[in-house]
């Protein structure tokens, strides 16, 4: 389960997370339904870290959650859940955000699209998308094909 804890200190020494620990925190949580007051959630993520989170938009997803995730070591990580119909089957994904530097692509090939810094692969059976940008890194992970994460990646 999550642990919301306060804000931690910039004099504490954080180490960067894995890819890996991230899959393994969106098995945990993918399958739980989550209802509540998004909004609220979300006002409470911004006012708990200290960086600028953004509201990504995916085509066609409607984000149902908002949470801070910490990492045994790691700076605060923000995950942000959204939902859609895929096909006829009810899907999930979340982002994942921290400071640029704060999440490492262990595992991921690298590519260069359109001048923007990607990377992308499978872990445990899931693909995932990671790109920094405007200072923050992004990990997009879910059950889609990579093709289709990276498209809704390069699309915000």
């Known amino acids: 389960p999550d642990q919301v ?13 894995m ?5 393994t925190n969106y098995m945990e949580v993918a399958q739980r339904d989550t ?17 600028n989170v953004s509201k990504l938009s995916f085509q066609g997803w409607e984000l149902t959650s908002a949470k801070v995730l910490h ?9 942000l859940t959204y939902a859609a119909k895929v096909n006829g089957k009810k ?3 979340i982002c994942y955000q921290s400071c640029q530097g704060n999440i490492k692509p262990e595992g991921l090939s690298a590519h260069s699209i359109d001048g923007r810094q990607v990377c992308c692969g499978k872990i445990d059976g899931l693909s995932l998308v990671f790109w920094p940008s ?6 997009l992970i879910g059950t889609l094909p990579e093709k289709e994460l990276m498209l809704l990646a390069l699309g915000v």
Do not use: M, N, W, Y
């Open 5 to 17: 804890k306060q804000i931690q200190s910039h004099h504490k020494e954080h180490v960067p997370a």
């Open 19 to 23: 890819v890996g620990e991230l899959t």
């Open 35 to 51: 209802t509540g007051d998004v909004d609220a959630e979300f006002k409470e993520v911004v006012e708990e870290v200290e960086f």
């Open 71 to 79: 990492l045994p070591k790691s700076a605060c990580i923000v995950r």
């Open 91 to 93: 899907e999930k994904l």
């Open 134 to 139: 405007d200072g923050r890194d992004h990990v």
